[in-house]
């Protein structure tokens, strides 16, 4: 018996735990030297000795003999699969999922590069990125890769997002944070969203990629406080409070600026950003369309309320600790979507129990949306049709 059983469940966000050198096969050669120069770099390679240990674990015949019976126990570097690619097919085999959504964790936020005035170095780690993933998810059509499109440059965003289409990407992923020099919506980017709205391919947003906490608010007067892996890097709960604010900017900024009607098809995604935001962004947008309606034609000219376009083509995973019931009471049944965030320990030993707790009151067709169907509807192309077996008829 998988951890699944015999339920439908697509998993929106999973992960690989790459060691510093993993784009290294996969850069541009001339370009290599800088990349291994940059300070965040540097910083994560100070951390192989710990990596390379975690990973040779994986060789011993008797860590491998425990894989089944722990494999929503073993996190991060220990997980089955977390790195090797010919032993992810095996993850999915034992949890049972029909198909797992693949992130990057050594690349999330591209190492800060859009920040910077670097965008040769910044596409090309990109770029390299892209390979990787694509490269690591081939190995089974169940596991589908995210390509990254940084937005700073928009000719080579462009490009990088045609060059992953061509290399077999499911989804593109951009910076939830606005790029330095224009808006998300800009309409200079409407071939990045034409391209993938032709391809039936989805753009998501990701954690990595938000504005972080203004580091001014750790200065206290307190102890520091430490963070669910031991130190203070990650989250803790006031850092926690903003990680949504960018993604709601941007998505707003781009529905309202009618991005998403000139692409109607095209589907985006917010995965590990939580969820309990939705509903109130939702009523948020509703009101700010009705408030400056009569001074704006370009709310004028939606083809819907926001929080019906959002009903229409915007997805999300909750958290497991928040209550994705009165999410979907609040937002629509066509809204959430399940992840796992395997391997990494945010996810929890038994996601699917904490989901069901919090789903109880809501209808079968609503739970059967959560696990599959509004995974399916996301994915579009990107998943193969014999993946999607679906059990209900989507809304609208």
Not at 9 to 20: F, R, Y
Not at 30 to 55: C, E, I, M, T
Not at 56 to 68: L, Y
Not at 269 to 289: F, H, K, N, Q, T
């Amino acid at each position: 018996m998988t951890y699944a059983g015999s339920r439908l469940v697509h998993d929106a966000d999973s992960h690989l735990m790459e060691p510093s050198n993993c784009l290294d096969p996969y850069f541009d050669r001339k370009l290599l030297a800088r990349y291994h120069d940059l300070p965040v770099y540097k910083a994560k390679k100070s951390f192989d000795k710990f990596v390379n240990g975690q990973l040779a674990a994986h060789d011993d015949a008797a860590f491998r003999a425990g894989v089944a019976e722990n494999i929503l126990l073993r996190k991060n570097y220990e997980a089955h699969g977390a790195f090797r690619r010919e032993d992810r097919p095996d993850v999915l085999d034992l949890l049972g999922f029909a198909s797992q959504l693949v992130f990057t964790t050594f690349c999330l936020g591209n190492f800060g590069l859009d920040e910077g005035d670097d965008m040769e170095l910044c596409y090309a780690a990109a770029e390299a990125h892209n390979r990787m993933m694509t490269d690591f998810c081939s190995v089974d059509r169940r596991l589908l890769a995210t390509a990254y499109v940084p937005l700073e440059d928009i000719e080579r965003a462009v490009q990088t997002a045609r060059n992953a289409i061509e290399m077999g990407a499911k989804a593109l992923m951009v910076p939830s944070k606005c790029p330095q020099h224009h808006a998300p919506s800009h309409v200079g980017l409407d071939p990045v969203w034409a391209m993938a709205e032709e391809a039936g391919l989805p753009i998501l947003f990701h954690v990595g990629g938000e504005d972080k906490l203004n580091p001014v608010y750790k200065e206290n007067g307190l102890p520091p406080v430490p963070d669910f892996h031991g130190g203070d890097d990650n989250f803790t709960s006031v850092s926690y409070m903003p990680i949504p604010s960018a993604v709601m900017q941007t998505l707003a900024t781009m529905i309202f600026d009618g991005v998403f009607d000139r692409f109607p098809n095209l589907k985006f995604g917010a995965i590990e950003l939580g969820a309990a935001w939705v509903p109130g962004w939702m009523r948020s947008m509703d009101s700010a369309a009705h408030a400056f309606m009569r001074n704006e034609t370009r709310l004028q000219n939606l083809s819907a309320k926001p929080s019906e376009i959002v009903r229409r083509q915007f997805r999300v995973t909750p958290y497991p600790h928040e209550d994705a019931g009165w999410i979907i009471a609040n937002a629509g049944e066509e809204v959430c979507l399940f992840s796992s965030d395997y391997p990494h320990v945010e996810g929890g030993r038994n996601p699917m129990k904490r989901f069901d707790e919090s789903l109880k009151g809501a209808s079968t067709r609503a739970v059967e949306a959560f696990y599959s169907g509004n995974f399916i509807d996301l994915m579009g192309e990107g998943l193969a049709p014999d993946l999607r077996r679906e059990t209900y008829q989507q809304a609208g």
